[in-house]
């Protein structure tokens, strides 16, 4: 295959200066056409103008995937500072407001009750209900009460009671809501009372109970609040029957930390 002589020239210097570089190799002396190693001048250049053009071919391999590679880097970092940013975010508002301790606070009430709304022969009952409230900077929290209605009419009632609760802050007013459930101990007439019957009697069992119920706080100053009104819709279910206790309680609440 014939070069031109420009290719010749190239291949001849390279030839040389890969010659002139190895250690103990002597330059092979040209006369005019011939090589006395017995090689063709011809043969000799084509083998390195080949060499030359894979060294040119590798180079141009290696820039042709640097940008690639930097393409991928650049999309690779995006990504990750885009999952990084709203988690470090994310960590900066969460995170204080978890590491705050939340607030205790302990409550008495004074609670009236109807024992069984949907029945008219009852007579109200009446007592007193405490308990305690983990209530955290959110609007979420817990709370635990019990309640003993001994006072007024004859159907008593008792429950310990415990579960989540709501909560929303506005300057003074607080208004609340919890969902609770526990157990509870009630007393019922096992017959309503009628002329030429014989005279009703209480019966009285224990059974499960949950119970509704909202209010509103007012803050007197950080420790102490007054509870202006809590309502509650409850359900026991006891022994063939189910009681629906309808109640109202005012009272105070005290902060502990």
Not at 16 to 26: D, L, S, W, Y
Request: hydrophobic share 40%.
């Amino acid at each position: 295959m014939k070069r031109s002589s420009v290719e010749y020239s190239i291949a001849q210097n390279s030839l040389q200066h890969e010659r002139r570089n190895a250690p103990g190799t002597a330059m092979p002396v040209v006369a005019q056409d011939r090589v006395y190693d017995g090689r063709d001048r011809d043969e000799i250049l084509s083998d390195v103008f080949q060499q030359e053009q894979m060294k040119v071919a590798s180079l141009s391999r290696i820039i042709v995937s640097v940008p690639r590679r930097i393409s991928w880097c650049l999309w690779t970092g995006i990504a990750l500072l885009c999952f990084w940013g709203p988690s470090r975010a994310s960590s900066q508002t969460i995170a204080p407001a978890l590491r705050t301790a939340p607030n205790l606070s302990a409550f008495a009430t004074f609670t009236d009750v109807k024992p069984d709304f949907r029945y008219y022969g009852d007579l109200a009952v009446y007592g007193i209900s405490a308990g305690g409230i983990i209530q955290t900077r959110h609007f979420y929290g817990a709370e635990a009460r019990g309640t003993l209605l001994r006072m007024g009419g004859m159907e008593h009632q008792e429950s310990l009671l415990g579960g989540p609760r709501a909560a929303l802050h506005f300057s003074h007013f607080t208004p609340y809501g919890a969902f609770l459930g526990g157990v509870g101990n009630a007393w019922w007439w096992n017959n309503p009372r009628h002329t030429g019957q014989p005279e009703p009697k209480l019966d009285e069992a224990i059974g499960p109970e949950w119970s509704l119920l909202g209010g509103v706080d007012l803050h007197f100053n950080r420790r102490l609040s007054f509870r202006l009104g809590e309502f509650s819709y409850s359900k026991i279910y006891v022994t063939n029957r189910t009681l629906t206790p309808l109640g109202a309680s005012a009272g105070f609440v005290f902060r502990i930390n």
